[in-house]
């Protein structure tokens, strides 16, 4: 499996401040997401980090208020923009591991708490 | 639209007991389903990756099934110990992009 670190583990912020969330891998990797936890919510994807070109967002979630960024294979961030305490939540790194075929089993990361005030 | 939905929400049981986590999926287009565990405020660790052509995984006291036809999963915990306590997601891999559908979770709670 793979080892993945997220920083900051957790962070007070405040409304309408910005923060990135760090995500390293201790392999290479071909897929990335990230995903959201709401209080006392299951998980929502907000997006697929790609290598070298644009993430790939779901419904609801636009590049402007989570721009992501992957410049290689082992590392990406998500930034949460304009902070509301709406966006206050979980967020979470995930990876797909080795496969001989088809889709792997995915990992994740501890995952940043972001309490905005 | 996929929905994966896990009942029961949340179960107590004492030590010792076998129990069985359901979850269940409305369209059998997936490409795997994967159970989770989650302590609280933690991250997710994954318990076991069933692919969409197998019928059942095994880890240690865990054992989950697959049934595709009916949306099925379950996730069977033999001997539970009170270290079993925690949230249980199950999730479906389905798209091109391979998102996860995650259910809402069972919490569990075994007493000493």
């Known amino acids: 499996s793979a080892v993945i670190s997220q920083k900051p583990s957790r962070d007070i912020c405040q409304r309408g401040t910005s923060l990135t969330i760090q995500c390293q891998v201790d392999?290479?990797?071909?897929?990335m997401f990230w995903y959201r936890q709401q209080p006392g919510q299951s998980l929502t994807l907000i997006a697929t980090?790609?290598?070298?070109?644009?993430?790939?967002?779901e419904s609801g979630f636009v590049i402007d208020k989570f721009p992501i960024s992957r410049p290689n294979l082992t590392f990406s961030t998500l930034t949460v923009s304009n902070m509301s305490p709406e966006d206050s939540s979980i967020y979470l790194c995930?990876?797909?591991?080795?496969?001989?075929?088809?889709?792997?089993?995915?990992?994740f990361g501890e995952g940043s708490r972001l309490t905005v005030l | 639209k996929q929905e994966v939905t896990q009942i029961p929400a949340a179960l107590s049981v004492p030590e010792g007991e076998n129990l069985v986590l359901n979850c269940s999926f409305t369209d059998s287009a997936i490409y795997n389903l994967q159970w989770f565990r989650q302590d609280p405020g933690k991250g997710l660790t994954s318990l076991l990756l069933?692919?969409?052509?197998?019928r059942e995984q095994t880890s240690g006291r865990l054992n989950a099934s697959l049934d595709k036809s009916s949306g099925r999963s379950t996730l069977y915990i033999a001997a539970s110990q009170p270290g079993d306590s925690a949230t249980y997601l199950c999730a479906v891999r389905i798209g091109n992009t391979g998102k996860l559908i995650f259910g809402q979770g069972t919490t569990l709670q075994v007493k000493p």
């Open positions: 980090a790609n290598q070298g070109s644009e993430a790939t967002y």
């Open positions: 069933i692919q969409s052509s197998q």
């Open positions: 995930s990876v797909e591991g080795l496969t001989s075929g088809g889709y792997g089993e995915l990992f």
């Open positions: 392999s290479q990797v071909t897929m």
